[in-house]
C-alpha cells in the first residue's frame, strides 16, 4: 500500500465533502444572509477543538443513491471558551439539510457522547425536515421513522441534565420543529430562521390555508406571541454570541455548579438613583430593568424571552461574579399582574435554574393574578399552579426583595415566605397583603350597595385605615420578613447571602417523579 497515495486520496475527498453543496448552492445560501453550517461551526467554537465524527458517511448502500456529502449535517464536539460541548449543524445546501437515515445516525452518534461525557448539545438548525426521497424505499422510510424517536426520546432523557440549545438558523419544520420544542434555550434569526410542525406547502394542502414561512412560523412569530422563541437575533453571528453568552452561566452538566466569574465591580457598590425609583403615586409604573442593572455585575442583563409576557421578566446575570437567575415583575407591562404567559415563562425559567443549580433572585413588585371570565376560561389556575410548583419546588438558593408590593398568590408564587427563600426582605413602604387598599375597599363597600353609594370621604377613610394596617413595620414585627433595608443596599445583601447560601442543602421525601400542573 502507497500510503501517500492514499492520504492524497483522503484529502481529496475531505476536500469534496467540505464544498458541502457545492458552490452555486453555497452562494444561494449566502445571498439569504445566512453562513453555512461549516461557518458556523468555525465562528462558534475555539479555534482547532472541532472534531468532527461521521464526516464521510452518506447517502449509500441503496441502488440509485447519489453521494451525498456528510449526508446533510455536520456532528461533531470542541469546545466553546474551553470548556466542551457537542454541535450538530443541519446543512442547507444539500438536500435543504433534510435529517436522512444516515445522517439521523450521525446525530445519534453525538447525542450519545453529549450524554455520556455531560456536556451540552448546540442544535444549530437549518433544515427541510424529515427527507422525503421518491427513490427511498420503504425500509429507509421506516429506518427514518425509528431514529427521529430515539431524538426526542434522547432529549427528553438528556433533559435537566445537559444543557440543550436549539438554534433556529433557517426553517425547522416536523422532525426538525419539535427539536427547540424539547430544548432548554431557543435563539431564532430575524428574517431567516422559522420552525413549524408543517411548512407552508403541507399547510395549504393540509387545511388549505395560504401562508408565507415567515407568517406561519418565523422568529418575530414564535419571540413575541406563541413564546416558543427565547432571543430575537439580528443575524446568524448574534444567534452565535448568544449561544456563547448563554452558556457562560450555566454548567456543564447538573451535577457542576455554574462557572463564576471575576468581576471588578465592587459588592457593596451602592447605587443613588435607586432612592428616585419608585414614583410617589404607587399606581404608577416603572422599568424594572433599571433596578436589575443597577444590581448585577457591570449591568449586564441576558434577558430570556424578552418580547413575550413582558409583565414578567426572566434572566441570567452576576452579583459577584456568580451566576444567578433573575425573576421580576414588570409593572411598566399590564402594571405587572401575572395573567397565563408570563406564569408559563417564569414557572419554565424557574425549572431551569433549579435543574442547573443556578441561585433564583425574585424581585417582587405584583399586584397578584389577572381575573375575569376571559383568563378562568383559558385556564389561568392551572398555568398559575405551574409557577406556584415550580417556585416550590426549587431547592436552589432563593433571594426574595419585595420591591413595592407583593398581594394575594403573586406573593406566593413569587418566594414568599413559606417557600423557603433564604432571604426575604423589602423596601420600605412595601405592602403584603392578600389585596391592596383599593380591593378591600371594593370588598367592604359590597355590604353597602358598592362603592357608587359610598360617601368619597367614607372611602377615603377606610382606605387610610386599610393601609395602616397593611404597613411593612407591622408586617416585619409579626415576623413576617427578614428585613427592611435601604434599597441602595440591595447588591451588597443578596451578594452576601448568595455566598453563604452556597451550601444549601434541602431533602424533600423520596418519590419517583413529581406531577406537574400542565
Known amino acids: 500500500m502507497n500510503m501517500h497515495e492514499e492520504i492524497r486520496k483522503l484529502e ?30 468555525d465562528y462558534l467554537l475555539d479555534p482547532k477543538t472541532f472534531i468532527e465524527y461521521g464526516m464521510h458517511a452518506t447517502q449509500m448502500g441503496t441502488p440509485n443513491k447519489e453521494l451525498v456529502p456528510a449526508d446533510g449535517v455536520i456532528t461533531g464536539t470542541g ?35 453529549a450524554l455520556k461525557h455531560r456536556m451540552p448539545v ?47 438558523m433557517g426553517p425547522g419544520a416536523a422532525g426538525t420543529g ?77 451535577q457542576e455548579n455554574p462557572p463564576s466569574k471575576i468581576t471588578l465591580d465592587p459588592i457593596d457598590r451602592r447605587e443613588e ?23 448585577v455585575d457591570d449591568g449586564h442583563f441576558f434577558e430570556i424571552k424578552a418580547k413575550w409576557a413582558k409583565n414578567i ?16 415583575n414588570n409593572p411598566k407591562q399590564l402594571g405587572g399582574v401575572l395573567d397565563i404567559d408570563s406564569a408559563d415563562k417564569a414557572a419554565r425559567f424557574i425549572n431551569l435554574c433549579d435543574s442547573f443549580n443556578i441561585p433564583l433572585v425574585y424581585l417582587v413588585d405584583v399586584p397578584g393574578f389577572m381575573v375575569g371570565s ?52 423589602t423596601w420600605p413602604g412595601a405592602e403584603i397583603a392578600v389585596m391592596g387598599p383599593d380591593g378591600m375597599l371594593g370588598i367592604h363597600a359590597i355590604k353597602t350597595g358598592g362603592l357608587d353609594k359610598m360617601p368619597l370621604e367614607t372611602q377615603e377613610r377606610l382606605r387610610s385605615q386599610i393601609s395602616k394596617e397593611i404597613n411593612i413595620f407591622k408586617t416585619a414585627g409579626w415576623n413576617a420578613v427578614d428585613d427592611i433595608i435601604d434599597p441602595r443596599d440591595t447588591r451588597f445583601l443578596l451578594a452576601r447571602t448568595l455566598s453563604t447560601s452556597r451550601g444549601k442543602k434541602v431533602e424533600r421525601p423520596w418519590r419517583k417523579n413529581t406531577v406537574m400542573p400542565v
Not at 273 to 295: C, F, Q, T, V, W
Not at 315 to 327: E, L, N, P, Y
Not at 378 to 389: E, M, S, T, V
Request: net charge positive; proline share 4%; aromatic share 6%.
Open 374 to 425: 376571559k383568563v378562568e376560561q383559558q385556564g389561568i389556575i392551572r398555568h398559575g399552579a405551574k409557577l406556584l410548583f415550580a417556585t416550590a419546588n426549587a431547592t436552589v438558593p432563593k433571594l426574595t426583595v419585595v420591591v413595592r408590593k407583593a398581594y394575594g398568590a403573586g406573593y406566593f408564587v413569587m418566594c414568599g415566605k413559606h417557600y423557603e427563600p433564604d432571604l426575604l426582605v
Open 273 to 295: 438613583a435607586l432612592l428616585g425609583l419608585l414614583p410617589e403615586n404607587s399606581r404608577s409604573s416603572y422599568d424594572m430593568h433599571i433596578l436589575i442593572k443597577a444590581i
Open 79 to 113: 469546545t466553546i471558551n474551553g470548556r466542551p460541548v457537542t454541535v450538530i449543524s443541519y446543512d442547507f445546501t444539500v438536500k435543504g439539510g433534510s435529517i436522512g437515515r444516515i445522517g439521523g445516525a450521525k446525530c445519534g452518534r453525538v447525542r450519545q457522547l
Open 313 to 328: 421578566l426572566t434572566g441570567f446575570a452576576r452579583i459577584g461574579g456568580q451566576s444567578i437567575g433573575i425573576v421580576a
Open 122 to 168: 448546540i442544535w444549530l438548525i437549518d433544515s427541510a425536515g424529515a427527507r422525503i426521497d421518491p427513490e427511498d424505499t420503504i425500509e429507509d422510510g421506516i429506518s427514518l421513522f425509528a431514529e427521529s424517536g430515539e431524538l426526542f426520546r434522547d432529549q427528553v432523557v438528556m433533559s435537566g441534565v445537559v444543557p440543550q440549545i436549539a438554534a433556529m
Open 178 to 254: 419539535y427539536i427547540p420544542g424539547l430544548a432548554d434555550f431557543v435563539p431564532m434569526v430575524d428574517g431567516t430562521s422559522s420552525m413549524a410542525l408543517a411548512g407552508p406547502a403541507l399547510v395549504r394542502a393540509a387545511v388549505g390555508e395560504i401562508i408565507d414561512e415567515q407568517s406561519l412560523g418565523g422568529a418575530k412569530i414564535h419571540c413575541t406571541i406563541s413564546g416558543m422563541g427565547d432571543y430575537l437575533a439580528k443575524d446568524d453571528k448574534d444567534c452565535l454570541d448568544a449561544i456563547k453568552e448563554y452558556l457562560s452561566f450555566l454548567p456543564n452538566n447538573c
Open 12 to 41: 481529496d475527498r475531505r476536500q469534496s465533502i467540505n464544498k458541502m453543496g457545492g458552490e452555486e448552492r453555497v452562494a444561494r445560501q449566502k445571498s439569504r444572509g445566512k453562513m453555512t453550517a461549516r461557518e458556523r461551526i
